[in-house]
């Protein structure tokens, strides 16, 4: 079906449905609380404090400021949240997440929580493969996204000192709902997303919404890697003095997993200039290809499996949960908040360990003067005679292919609070509040890479044999190891633990008319349990079971599961936070705040850092983070700004799979974060400005990196949204941008800053139907994100990652 067909059948859905009330009318500019001042802030907090009279910095994104960032993955949301650094370039999941300089010195958010509902997504936000955003979706039962950085996220969340960013959703307090459909301009993709919710009686009401989508993506895979959906429902039941209220999510979704790839780098270290390979484009293509999806292994029994590259990452996630809030007496509250959610699936997806040209590469695998072949596409068997010019680059992949069978992150967490408000003389009221948080995380997953020969091109590349001198074939249709020797076997692994959390917190706070000051305190205690096991080589393995010994077969790494290790360790850190707000008028206000906060380590530690008796040291266990912030609130009839002064002190210990390093280091970062809005007369702009002065203060692992820069810390992150409306017509830009970052620690090669500007347009067609086109990345640019080389190579081509490229949608919502 075209993309035209596919668009007049959303539009013909949407007229099926008739309205069942008007939409909203204009409000006058003087009505609109632009930076929602007023609204409570219920993400990492005690509760109950608006926004401007809290000593916290706290953000909100509503449904359609969303629809206007026009984003193509959930974590691509959070580039608009100030002081956030989302590098958002691994597809719809894998996103590496830091804030306020933080640092990520191996993958995923670990000093930052993602939340649904007030709900850790994942207990540890940088589980390797498991990061957070892989099991959260973005759709129509999102009411706002609230974060709060730094402050009292530390007291008030377990491993998250750097803050929260929580997805809260709508529970059906006004009848009505909307359809929408989503197609591809320039790429294959089909979503549908729907919501609906509404009172039932007086006292009961309900919200459900989903979506599900078909494609192949804004890159070049060469088959819909992304396939998938999720449904997500709500129901409220209110008492005289409360209420209950139960959840439901299951998320079973497919998308292709972005991993570094070949980008070309001319010029130098200080001055790079980046471009693509010849045949293969960095914002559009993939190693993913049609010839290269079904391959067979060994699983984590080290028994046969044939493994579907198209899982990509794959997660299957089913969570039910409720929350109750009743009033107990006057002034006494107690409020409690479970979840319960099972999480599997699978992460796959190639890295290429090695670009090179392509002669080399044959000549380390099978020697002196070995030839290539096709193992497989249009060309499969024929000989290729000329390897420098390989698809004009000359260039080979010795492809690792990530394959990671995520068996158990299922995970539990309960928050038990109770609230005793005091209203003291005048106008002071104190808040009392003790609560005990409990959770529970499992990582259970296997790893078994093996490793490939791959042709650099972007349309559906091809594997590649090799033959020794001697006539010899030495790989097996593009299979040059069951395993990956070229990083000396590590990486064929089984992880099987879990970890426990016990948190008793307290806090108080004193609000009067003008001054609020608040204080927090909390205690987490954890216990990791389970084992781990490693790679062994395993001799003349017939893994296909064809009777035959090949070469890859002579030598395969299994799972060493007869000999797992202990892991079997206890940590505690004690947690605070101070803060004080003072309102000099009801527009105006300024706060301070100091917080120490910490982060337990989990499955990073594993393979390193594990005694034998299964303990680890103090340091190991846990890393600290100390912060200073210093804010200041205001907003008139037509503008509201936000502005915070931030320091912080972090300790980080931490393992990277692809390097092979583990990190033993501290951090100091300082810096201001802006967020403002202005409209006046249909103009509106809103956008928010970080700058970041961070730097390596101590490496106990190597000391020539202290003082350096850490790696990808831009000193400055920014977006801002114009748009402009007239009567049934919006138009408007999105603009992501960051200066200049170091690739490495080492501060050699610089990635160049970039502006990414996602722009949309809209019309009210009818009243309720809309009509929108967007585009994310309309000037197409490369704009990288991390790159796994810290200098350029001999022959200027680097592994990295960037910014998906152009892509254009069109959808047609309907809202009732």
Same mark, same amino acid.
């Given at each position: 079906?075209?993309?035209?067909?596919?668009?007049?059948?959303?539009?013909?859905?949407?007229?099926?449905?008739?309205?069942?009330?008007?939409?909203?009318?204009?409000?006058?500019?003087?009505?609109?609380?632009?930076?929602?001042?007023?609204?409570?802030?219920?993400?990492?907090?005690?509760?109950?404090?608006?926004?401007?009279?809290?000593?916290?910095?706290?953000?909100?994104?509503?449904?359609?400021?969303?629809?206007?960032?026009?984003?193509?993955?959930?974590?691509?949301?959070?580039?608009?949240?100030?002081?956030?650094?989302?590098?958002?370039?691994?597809?719809?999941?894998?996103?590496?997440?830091?804030?306020?300089?933080?640092?990520?010195?191996?993958?995923?958010?670990?000093?930052?929580?993602?939340?649904?509902?007030?709900?850790?997504?994942?207990?540890?936000?940088?589980?390797?493969?498991?990061?957070?955003?892989?099991?959260?979706?973005?759709?129509?039962?999102?009411?706002?996204?609230?974060?709060?950085?730094?402050?009292?996220?530390?007291?008030?969340?377990?491993?998250?000192?750097?803050?929260?960013?929580?997805?809260?959703?709508?529970?059906?307090?006004?009848?009505?709902?909307?359809?929408?459909?989503?197609?591809?301009?320039?790429?294959?993709?089909?979503?549908?997303?729907?919501?609906?919710?509404?009172?039932?009686?007086?006292?009961?009401?309900?919200?459900?919404?989903?979506?599900?989508?078909?494609?192949?993506?804004?890159?070049?895979?060469?088959?819909?890697?992304?396939?998938?959906?999720?449904?997500?429902?709500?129901?409220?039941?209110?008492?005289?003095?409360?209420?209950?209220?139960?959840?439901?999510?299951?998320?079973?979704?497919?998308?292709?997993?972005?991993?570094?790839?070949?980008?070309?780098?001319?010029?130098?270290?200080?001055?790079?200039?980046?471009?693509?390979?010849?045949?293969?484009?960095?914002?559009?293509?993939?190693?993913?290809?049609?010839?290269?999806?079904?391959?067979?292994?060994?699983?984590?029994?080290?028994?046969?499996?044939?493994?579907?590259?198209?899982?990509?990452?794959?997660?299957?996630?089913?969570?039910?949960?409720?929350?109750?809030?009743?009033?107990?007496?006057?002034?006494?509250?107690?409020?409690?908040?479970?979840?319960?959610?099972?999480?599997?699936?699978?992460?796959?997806?190639?890295?290429?360990?090695?670009?090179?040209?392509?002669?080399?590469?044959?000549?380390?695998?099978?020697?002196?003067?070995?030839?290539?072949?096709?193992?497989?596409?249009?060309?499969?068997?024929?000989?290729?005679?000329?390897?420098?010019?390989?698809?004009?680059?000359?260039?080979?992949?010795?492809?690792?292919?990530?394959?990671?069978?995520?068996?158990?992150?299922?995970?539990?967490?309960?928050?038990?609070?109770?609230?005793?408000?005091?209203?003291?003389?005048?106008?002071?009221?104190?808040?009392?509040?003790?609560?005990?948080?409990?959770?529970?995380?499992?990582?259970?997953?296997?790893?078994?890479?093996?490793?490939?020969?791959?042709?650099?091109?972007? &349309?559906?590349?091809?594997? @590649? %044999?090799?033959?020794? +001198? =001697?006539?010899?074939?030495? #790989? *097996?249709?593009?299979? /040059?190891?069951?395993?990956?020797?070229?990083?000396?076997?590590?990486?064929?692994?089984?992880? &099987?633990?879990?970890?426990? @959390? %016990?948190?008793?917190? +307290? =806090?108080?706070?004193?609000? #009067? *008319?003008?001054?609020? /000051?608040?204080?927090?305190?909390?205690?987490?205690?954890?216990?990791?349990?389970?084992?781990?096991?490693?790679?062994?080589?395993?001799?003349?393995?017939?893994?296909?079971?064809?009777?035959?010994?090949?070469?890859?077969?002579?030598?395969?790494?299994?799972?060493?599961?007869?000999?797992?290790?202990?892991?079997?360790?206890?940590?505690?850190?004690?947690?605070?936070?101070?803060?004080?707000?003072?309102?000099?008028?009801?527009?105006?206000?300024?706060?301070?705040?100091?917080?120490?906060?910490?982060?337990?380590?989990?499955?990073?530690?594993?393979?390193?850092?594990?005694?034998?008796?299964?303990?680890?040291?103090?340091?190991?266990?846990?890393?600290?983070?100390?912060?200073?912030?210093?804010?200041?609130?205001?907003?008139?009839?037509?503008?509201?700004?936000?502005?915070?002064?931030?320091?912080?002190?972090?300790?980080?210990?931490?393992?990277?799979?692809?390097?092979?390093?583990?990190?033993?280091?501290?951090?100091?970062?300082?810096?201001?974060?802006?967020?403002?809005?202005?409209?006046?007369?249909?103009?509106?702009?809103?956008?928010?400005?970080?700058?970041?002065?961070?730097?390596?203060?101590?490496?106990?692992?190597?000391?020539?990196?202290?003082?350096?820069?850490?790696?990808?810390?831009?000193?400055?992150?920014?977006?801002?949204?114009?748009?402009?409306?007239?009567?049934?017509?919006?138009?408007?830009?999105?603009?992501?941008?960051?200066?200049?970052?170091?690739?490495?620690?080492?501060?050699?090669?610089?990635?160049?800053?970039?502006?990414?500007?996602?722009?949309?347009?809209?019309?009210?067609?009818?009243?309720?139907?809309?009509?929108?086109?967007?585009?994310?990345?309309?000037?197409?640019?490369?704009?990288?994100?991390?790159?796994?080389?810290?200098?350029?190579?001999?022959?200027?081509?680097?592994?990295?990652?960037?910014?998906?490229?152009?892509?254009?949608?069109?959808?047609?919502?309907?809202?009732?």
């Amino acid at each position: 079906m075209s993309n035209i067909s596919k668009l007049l059948c959303g539009v013909s859905l949407a007229m099926l449905i008739t309205p069942t009330s008007a939409y909203a009318e204009d409000t006058e500019n003087n009505d609109v609380d632009l930076l929602l001042m007023d609204e409570i802030v219920v993400t990492g907090t005690a509760g109950g404090t608006t926004k401007l009279h809290s000593s916290v910095s706290v953000s909100s994104i509503g449904t359609e400021q969303i629809s206007d960032y026009a984003p193509r993955s959930t974590a691509e949301i959070f580039r608009n949240i100030p002081g956030i650094r989302s590098e958002s370039s691994g597809g719809e999941g894998n996103a590496n997440i830091a804030v306020r300089g933080l640092p990520v010195a191996a993958g995923g958010a670990k000093f930052l929580q993602l939340h649904e509902d007030g709900h850790p997504v994942m207990e540890f936000g940088d589980i390797a493969f498991g990061n957070a955003d892989i099991f959260l979706r973005a759709d129509y039962s999102i009411d706002r996204i609230e974060s709060i950085r730094g402050g009292s996220a530390s007291t008030f969340a377990s491993n998250s000192p750097g803050g929260v960013i929580n997805f809260i959703s709508k529970t059906g307090e006004e009848a009505g709902g909307s359809i929408g459909a989503t197609i591809g301009l320039d790429f294959n993709s089909t979503r549908v997303d729907f919501e609906y919710g509404t009172p039932i009686n007086d006292t009961l009401r309900f919200h459900v919404a989903g979506f599900y989508r078909e494609g192949e993506g804004p890159r070049r895979s060469g088959y819909n890697g992304n396939s998938g959906g999720q449904i997500k429902a709500n129901v409220t039941k209110e008492f005289e003095n409360g209420y209950v209220r139960l959840y439901f999510k299951h998320l079973n979704d497919r998308s292709v997993g972005i991993l570094p790839m070949p980008v070309l780098v001319t010029g130098s270290n200080s001055d790079p200039v980046v471009g693509s390979v010849a045949g293969f484009d960095a914002g559009s293509d993939t190693p993913h290809s049609v010839f290269f999806q079904k391959v067979l292994g060994l699983n984590g029994d080290n028994n046969p499996r044939t493994t579907d590259i198209s899982d990509g990452m794959r997660p299957i996630s089913t969570s039910v949960g409720g929350e109750f809030s009743f009033d107990l007496a006057e002034g006494l509250n107690i409020t409690d908040k479970i979840r319960v959610t099972s999480n599997r699936g699978r992460f796959v997806s190639p890295f290429p360990s090695q670009v090179d040209d392509a002669q080399g590469i044959a000549d380390s695998i099978g020697g002196a003067g070995s030839t290539l072949s096709y193992a497989n596409g249009p060309n499969g068997g024929d000989a290729i005679s000329n390897p420098a010019g390989l698809n004009g680059n000359g260039l080979l992949m010795r492809t690792h292919l990530f394959n990671v069978e995520i068996n158990d992150f299922g995970n539990f967490s309960n928050d038990l609070r109770l609230k005793k408000t005091l209203d003291m003389d005048g106008d002071t009221t104190v808040n009392l509040m003790a609560g005990y948080y409990k959770s529970r995380q499992t990582i259970d997953m296997d790893w078994v890479w093996d490793t490939f020969l791959l042709e650099v091109k972007g &349309d559906n590349a091809a594997l @590649i %044999d090799v033959t020794d +001198a =001697s006539g010899n074939l030495v #790989t *097996d249709n593009g299979l /040059v190891a069951f395993g990956v020797p070229f990083w000396g076997n590590c990486c064929t692994r089984s992880y &099987d633990t879990t970890y426990d @959390i %016990d948190a008793p917190y +307290a =806090s108080v706070s004193v609000e #009067t *008319d003008k001054l609020n /000051v608040d204080a927090s305190i909390r205690y987490d205690s954890g216990n990791a349990f389970g084992t781990f096991a490693g790679a062994v080589q395993s001799a003349n393995l017939d893994v296909n079971q064809d009777g035959v010994i090949s070469v890859p077969e002579q030598s395969v790494s299994v799972i060493d599961n007869a000999n797992p290790s202990v892991v079997d360790y206890d940590w505690s850190y004690w947690s605070y936070s101070l803060g004080a707000n003072y309102a000099f008028s009801d527009d105006l206000a300024t706060f301070a705040r100091y917080s120490r906060g910490g982060r337990a380590n989990a499955d990073r530690l594993l393979f390193g850092k594990i005694n034998p008796d299964g303990s680890v040291s103090d340091e190991d266990a846990v890393d600290m983070v100390n912060q200073i912030e210093v804010g200041v609130k205001y907003r008139a009839d037509n503008l509201g700004v936000f502005a915070t002064f931030f320091y912080a002190k972090t300790e980080e210990q931490n393992f990277e799979a692809t390097t092979q390093k583990f990190v033993d280091r501290t951090f100091k970062a300082k810096g201001v974060e802006l967020e403002a809005v202005y409209q006046i007369n249909g103009f509106d702009i809103r956008g928010s400005v970080t700058f970041t002065d961070a730097e390596i203060s101590k490496d106990a692992l190597n000391v020539a990196l202290e003082g350096n820069t850490p790696r990808r810390q831009a000193d400055l992150i920014y977006s801002f949204t114009p748009s402009y409306s007239y009567d049934r017509f919006t138009v408007g830009a999105n603009v992501i941008g960051t200066t200049s970052s170091f690739a490495q620690d080492d501060n050699q090669l610089v990635m160049p800053g970039y502006a990414q500007v996602n722009a949309f347009a809209y019309v009210e067609v009818v009243e309720g139907l809309r009509l929108s086109v967007n585009a994310n990345n309309l000037f197409d640019v490369i704009g990288l994100t991390e790159s796994e080389e810290g200098s350029i190579p001999a022959n200027g081509v680097i592994r990295a990652r960037s910014i998906a490229g152009r892509s254009i949608t069109a959808s047609l919502k309907y809202s009732f």
